[in-house]
């Protein structure tokens, strides 16, 4: 297991009854639940260029939309060869007869305008059935060069009001890059889109780095370096990739740390004397405090939303297990009660749930329960997928899957919370330890 103990949506969509996305007599609205029908039939048509020069990159934004809402499972686009309309004018009247016909649902549209290297958005987001604007269009305003962020940005706003909760696509995703052969691995941290695009390299491959974990403003990532031999938690501040060591305790091995909600302080695990424990760090002061002090192993901790609590893994009780504590320390309480063993608990964004790797019967899962150890579900089973991260609102997880075999890697996959759309991540080499960063900015 890779950092097993040691280092540490909407399942589809469900129309309610009376409330309904089919209904003529009601808003459109998705209601994410455990329920499971077809995906809503939407349209997004190329959005429409202030100039010839422009087009090209009006046709890529809205395919980019397109894969983010159908990534979602929650979507199914109505494709261009079944459109009736032709939308050439941003403002121009919308012909719900037409969009009704090949039965979508939604419809997105768009406008799009390139001065130089700014580039403008805009979009509305029509109720076919209703025969009504959702809400105001909105208005994005960025380069040209980040041409995605916009789509993702439009992406976000179109899922959010269809589904009334935020969206994760304007979001990055920071990991372990893996390439060579598996006896001689090399790491580096890389940073990329939500969706695999944009990747930039943070760190050289000269030595071995894991865990990396966004600060909770996404402008700085910790991580654990070997670069000294044995390990130490680094922080880097992503936008100038410069970084520096946080000052444990000479001579101990620290690793798997995460940042508190204010991004004021970092919690990890020191190894010192046989023993490992878990220790906060004030980052401003360097002062540290000792949290735990049983004669086990306590390794990857991760901080509640409101700060107030700890969720980590220990092996107390003979085998790896979930416990909360206090974020100061004090007496832990056991949540996890399957057979098999558990480790890598990350809480989620929005409180309810803790996600989790679980081994049990020869297989590795990814599974959440509720906060209090109840309402267990494993989400996925394979040779071994571990180490989960929360998208931003909480819907998706992002996890590790190693293929079995000499020749096997390691690969990011995302599931949704229900289990449902499970799905791999593209990335240029092998990759690990994914971490995802809250909403961009």
Request: charged fraction near 20%; proline fraction near 6%.
């Amino acid at each position: 297991m890779r950092n097993f103990l040691a280092a540490g949506l909407a399942a589809l969509m469900m129309i309610a009854p009376g409330g309904a996305a089919l209904a003529q007599n009601g808003p459109l609205r998705i209601e994410i639940t455990d329920g499971v029908i077809e995906p809503m039939p939407y349209a997004v048509p190329d959005f429409v260029p202030d100039t010839p020069a422009a087009a090209e990159m009006a046709a890529q934004l809205s395919r980019v939309i397109a894969a983010d809402l159908t990534g979602t499972g929650l979507f199914r686009e109505v494709p261009a060869s079944a459109h009736i309309s032709r939308v050439t004018d941003f403002n121009a009247p919308v012909k719900y007869a037409d969009w009704k016909a090949v039965n979508a649902q939604a419809l997105v549209v768009g406008g799009v305008s390139v001065n130089g290297s700014k580039l403008t958005v805009r979009f509305r987001l029509y109720d076919v059935f209703s025969d009504g604007e959702m809400g105001n269009g909105l208005q994005f305003t960025g380069t040209t060069e980040g041409w995605r962020r916009m789509a993702h940005k439009v992406s976000d706003a179109v899922y959010s009001r269809i589904t009334g909760e935020s969206g994760y696509f304007d979001s990055r995703v920071v990991f372990v890059s893996e390439s060579g052969p598996k006896n001689e691995r090399q790491k580096r941290l890389a940073i990329m889109d939500y969706d695999g695009a944009n990747v930039k390299y943070l760190t050289s491959s000269e030595s071995i780095v894991l865990a990396p974990r966004f600060s909770p403003t996404g402008d700085r990532v910790l991580y654990t370096s070997y670069e000294s031999g044995f390990p130490q938690i680094h922080v880097m501040d992503v936008g100038r990739v410069q970084q520096r060591v946080l000052n444990t305790d000479e001579g101990t091995m620290s690793f798997a740390p995460r940042f508190s909600p204010d991004g004021r302080t970092v919690v990890y695990s020191q190894a010192q004397g046989g023993n490992t424990d878990l220790y906060t760090m004030d980052i401003a002061s360097g002062q540290r405090k000792r949290l735990t002090t049983a004669p086990s192993i306590e390794t990857a901790p991760s901080f509640s939303p409101d700060g107030s609590q700890i969720v980590f893994e220990s092996d107390r009780s003979g085998t790896p297990q979930l416990y909360i504590m206090g974020a100061s320390g004090g007496d832990a309480r056991r949540i996890s009660n399957g057979k098999g063993r558990y480790g890598t608990p990350v809480w989620s964004p929005r409180g309810d749930l803790v996600a989790f790797t679980k081994q049990s019967g020869g297989r590795f899962h990814i599974g959440v329960m509720r906060t209090n150890g109840s309402e267990e579900r494993l989400l996925t089973a394979s040779f071994l997928d571990e180490g989960p991260t929360w998208s931003p609102n909480g819907r998706v997880i992002m996890f590790t899957r190693e293929t079995q075999g000499a020749s096997g890697r390691a690969l990011l996959y995302s599931v949704d919370v229900t289990g449902r759309n499970l799905k791999p991540v593209r990335t240029p080499d092998g990759a690990s330890d994914p971490a995802w960063s809250p909403l961009q900015k």
